[in-house]
């Protein structure tokens, strides 16, 4: 690991950023998706992000989630790119810029903590975003870097 983030594979396009300890970001392509079901969040992060890789005529067990309280203090985000092309930039807890991702067609990141920024790359670009509720606005959720 230098300077805080960590290649997981560089081939298949996975990448962990590490600052004091936490995990600030995980960037994956579409590249990285394997068989099965395979989640690259850990259990305790707020967020968990997951892919699916099955063949024709598979079949999930129906299921509902339980309730309980959990406790979040940040929330998370996750962003998927649909089409186009994304930069993102990740800021350490000094805001300082500490990485860029570009997110192609098919990448997704997951934004756990630490600070970060957008920018669109190409025209007409479709992206959803995911994210710990509720929202309390800007004032409340943001800290401008």
Same mark, same amino acid.
């Given at each position: 690991?230098?300077?805080?983030?960590?290649?997981?594979?560089?081939?298949?396009?996975?990448?962990?950023?590490?600052?004091?300890?936490?995990?600030?970001?995980? *960037?994956?392509? /579409? $590249?990285?998706?394997?068989?099965? #079901?395979?989640?690259?969040?850990?259990?305790?992060?707020? %967020?968990?992000? =997951?892919?699916?890789?099955?063949?024709?005529?598979?079949?999930?067990?129906?299921?509902?989630?339980?309730?309980?309280?959990?406790?979040?203090?940040?929330?998370?985000?996750?962003?998927?790119?649909?089409?186009?092309?994304?930069?993102?930039?990740? *800021?350490?807890? /000094? $805001?300082?810029?500490?990485?860029? #991702?570009?997110?192609?067609?098919?990448?997704?990141?997951? %934004?756990?903590? =630490?600070?970060?920024?957008?920018?669109?790359?190409?025209?007409?670009?479709?992206?959803?975003?995911?994210?710990?509720?509720?929202?309390?606005?800007?004032?409340?959720?943001?800290?401008?870097?």
């Amino acid at each position: 690991m230098t300077n805080g983030i960590k290649i997981i594979s560089e081939k298949n396009k996975m990448k962990e950023i590490i600052v004091q300890n936490k995990v600030i970001a995980r *960037y994956c392509s /579409s $590249n990285f998706i394997k068989e099965g #079901v395979n989640f690259f969040s850990n259990n305790e992060e707020s %967020l968990q992000l =997951g892919t699916w890789n099955y063949s024709k005529g598979k079949e999930l067990l129906p299921h509902f989630h339980n309730k309980f309280v959990r406790k979040i203090e940040t929330p998370a985000e996750i962003v998927f790119v649909l089409k186009g092309a994304v930069q993102v930039d990740i *800021y350490d807890f /000094s $805001n300082n810029k500490i990485d860029s #991702v570009i997110i192609k067609q098919g990448g997704v990141i997951i %934004l756990l903590n =630490g600070g970060h920024g957008f920018k669109i790359l190409e025209d007409d670009t479709k992206v959803v975003e995911v994210k710990n509720g509720p929202y309390f606005g800007n004032e409340k959720d943001k800290t401008w870097i």
